[in-house]
């Protein structure tokens, strides 16, 4: 059982106190928990381009959506894009051409050819313009972009794809943007009807003719083969079967496109059960064919079973696959419900077989895929197996359709929520970024139920849960005020020091990447509160400005803290705060350098900080606050020193290099001769030899003995 903090007092809850639930649940440190948390925005919310950019209004135009192409676009035309009769014609008319507009008959496949043309090379990032996009300003905002802190990455591959105002562009304005394309080794796919009007006769130099498509059928055999993995001589037979045979004709006689053929190669892939397909199935989802592949698929999803685990995927995804199937039986227990048991005497079988699909044909109906990395646990890194969809931006379309379009939002809450108590973090910042998604859609009602029990909660975890999920609308600025009225309502009231430890969070998580001054006002105040649970939420969201920017945030961040050791009123929260970035913030420089207490690396990489974080160190010494921290902090750089000798170096210059009167009776060189004594105990299972050897040489060299 977990302590009960519903009475107030009932523990002590001061800086100078411990944490009784410090090793209930599994933590990262500064820089590991900063990589999960932008992980999950990409692996969950779809976070893909960075901040504000998926959206930028161009002229007078309405906003237009910039968006990564999606897998389900792009990866069946990579390997399954069935050429037309002249094709390599097709390839030498384009050439190296900045700009192609390629016109075609309708359903003859251009959207295809395009994206195909665009994948040479075929690690070229591609990006969707909208149809409303403004052509005569997308130069200017591209060259705009190219000079900001975030651009778009170099030789992007731009799709558009009918453009609404295409009859009013004149030629100039292609001309315009070639010369901004080449200067990024950028490439424009326009794709026209056949009988599109050219508004301008210098146009006609860019327009490229794609010829005639190949038979449906070759089509469709192509994509079938792609998707289930097997021989075109099997595809051939099963494409033969009189009734499917029969069925497909139909199709085609009615629906000439190609996307009819990659359509239905879809659907045929979802009803195949061994070598049949279920023929009724077929027609009544066809009968019902959605215009959007992403329903088409989802809608094909068998059974409760099966949508729970794409579902428990968008949530998880990227996390190894054993967490996401855990997840999904959970989310079914909800929905489905646990089995009644058995009629009479006869025992019933499981109610859900384990063995009715494997993990391969799994993956096949959920588009996913399983990929073998490394992960970082309680125990250090370890092999495993991640599950994620193939396409970047199907998490977050699931999660956006299944609160859209179902009745399951209660039931989905519920079982966030529970995830929200995972020991694992990661599990815990994926689940808080599906929870900012959902919010994104209906604010009040994911607060109320989910982010505002959880950020006035006794466990520090789950108020953490509820400061990472409100940092998802924080990145809009249409929603950032609603947050921080939200933060207003935990900040100011006096009487509740859990929800003013979670708006010290939302600071550093959510709001202070935007604002990292006003931030670190709004947190100063925050550290005359003596209560460790504030002091803590403090010290994480000043690793979290660090991390976000290093460079930047650095002497904003270090200066403060420092004026806080010196101040009465927050010398204890100050060391705290120190105390705390020292310990969990590290810095791995490239190369083979070894792994570096981050502040350690500052006070070596910048002189203008090193002074300061020495000043800082005497101070915190010297004080005698937090004693036992202090050694545990020191201890820890030991180790990390005790394994490289550019890390030993430094730390054992920094700390004979401590400010004060030199000599042994200094209390400060006392503490640390303590220290040195420590770690060179006979009874130290975890001795620092080499580390209290280059120390103790220091400071003998400072003492100008040998």
């Known amino acids: 059982m977990l302590p009960d903090f519903t009475a107030e007092g009932q523990f002590k809850t001061t800086v100078d106190s411990t944490d009784p639930d410090a090793s209930r649940v599994e933590g990262h440190a500064g820089r590991q928990r900063q990589q999960s948390i932008e992980n999950a925005r990409i692996k969950v919310a779809g976070d893909m381009v960075g901040g504000d ?51 075609a008959d ?219 199937v855990y997840a999904a039986g959970h989310l079914s227990d909800r929905l489905d419900g646990p089995h009644d048991g058995s009629e009479g005497d006869h025992p019933r079988p499981p109610w859900r077989d384990p063995f009715w699909a494997t993990r391969g044909e799994l993956l096949r109906l959920l588009r996913a895929r399983i990929r073998t990395t490394t992960v970082r646990g309680p125990f250090g890194s370890a092999p495993a197996e991640v599950m994620e969809y193939v396409g970047e931006d199907y998490a977050a379309a699931v999660l956006t359709r299944v609160w859209s379009e179902y009745r399951i939002q209660v039931p989905l809450i519920r079982w966030l929520l529970d995830l929200a108590d995972n020991p694992s973090e990661d599990v815990r910042i994926w689940t808080a970024t599906a929870l900012g998604v959902f919010a994104k859609q209906a604010f009040d009602f994911v607060h109320r139920n989910a982010i505002a029990p959880m950020g006035i909660d006794n466990k520090f975890w789950l108020r953490d849960v509820a400061a990472n999920a409100l940092s998802v609308p924080a990145g809009s600025p249409r929603m950032r005020p609603l947050v921080e009225s939200v933060v207003a309502g935990w900040y100011g009231n006096e009487n509740n020091r859990l929800g003013q430890a979670t708006a010290a969070r939302v600071w550093g998580t959510a709001l202070g990447v935007h604002n990292p001054d006003r931030a670190l006002n709004v947190l100063e105040r925050l550290t005359t509160i003596d209560d460790r649970r504030v002091a803590k939420g403090v010290a994480d969201s000043l690793a979290d400005l660090l991390l976000a920017d290093e460079a930047g945030n650095a002497t904003r961040v270090l200066r403060r803290v420092g004026s806080w050791l010196f101040d009465d009123r927050r010398a204890l929260s100050g060391t705290y705060v120190f105390l705390a970035l020292a310990e969990n913030l590290t810095s791995e420089p490239a190369g083979d350098a070894g792994t570096w207490p981050m502040l350690l690396f500052i006070a070596d990489q910048r002189p203008e900080l090193r002074d300061k974080l020495l000043a800082m160190w005497h101070r915190v010494i010297q004080s005698g606050l937090l004693a036992d921290t202090t050694a545990r902090v020191l201890a820890r750089w030991a180790d990390l020193a005790e394994a490289d000798a550019d890390v030993r170096g430094a730390f054992a210059n920094m700390l004979a290099a401590l400010p004060g009167s030199v000599g042994r009776f200094d209390a400060v060189e006392l503490n640390l001769r303590h220290q040195l004594s420590q770690w060179l105990a006979p009874d130290n299972l975890q001795p620092k030899m080499l580390t209290a050897y280059a120390v103790e040489a220091e400071l003998a060299k400072r003492n100008g003995s040998r």
């Open 53 to 103: 950019k998926l959206v930028f209004a161009l002229g007078d135009a309405e906003p237009a959506p910039l968006q990564a192409l999606a897998a389900w676009m792009s990866e069946p035309v990579r390997h399954a894009f069935v050429a037309p009769d002249g094709w390599d014609s097709v390839r030498s008319a384009v050439g190296d051409r900045r700009v192609v507009v390629l016109r």
């Open 106 to 324: 309708p359903g003859h496949g251009k959207v295809a050819a395009a994206i195909k043309m665009l994948q040479s090379p075929p690690d070229r990032r591609i990006f969707n313009l909208d149809r409303n996009v403004d052509l005569r300003r997308l130069g200017h905002w591209l060259e705009n972009d190219a000079k900001s802190d975030d651009p778009l990455p170099h030789a992007a591959g731009f799709l558009l794809c009918e453009p609404l105002a295409w009859g009013h562009v004149p030629g100039w304005v292609l001309q315009q943007l070639e010369t901004t394309l080449e200067k990024s080794d950028a490439r424009l796919v326009l794709t026209v009807t056949a009988d599109a009007a050219l508004g301008d006769p210098d146009l006609t130099k860019y327009v490229v003719t794609l010829p005639p498509p190949q038979k449906q059928t070759t089509v469709l055999a192509a994509h079938l083969a792609w998707s289930l993995g097997r021989s075109q001589d099997t595809i051939e037979r099963l494409l033969t079967e009189p009734e499917l045979a029969a069925f497909t004709e139909r199709v085609f006689a009615a629906d000439r496109s190609m996307k009819a053929a990659a359509d239905l190669a879809l659907m045929i892939g979802q009803e195949l059960d061994g070598a049949t397909v279920d023929l009724k199935r077929l027609e009544r989802r066809w009968a019902e064919r959605a215009t959007e592949d992403f329903e088409i698929w989802f809608g094909g999803l068998p059974d409760v079973q099966t949508r729970c685990l794409a579902i428990a995927l968008a949530v998880l995804n990227g996390l190894p696959y054993e967490m996401v």
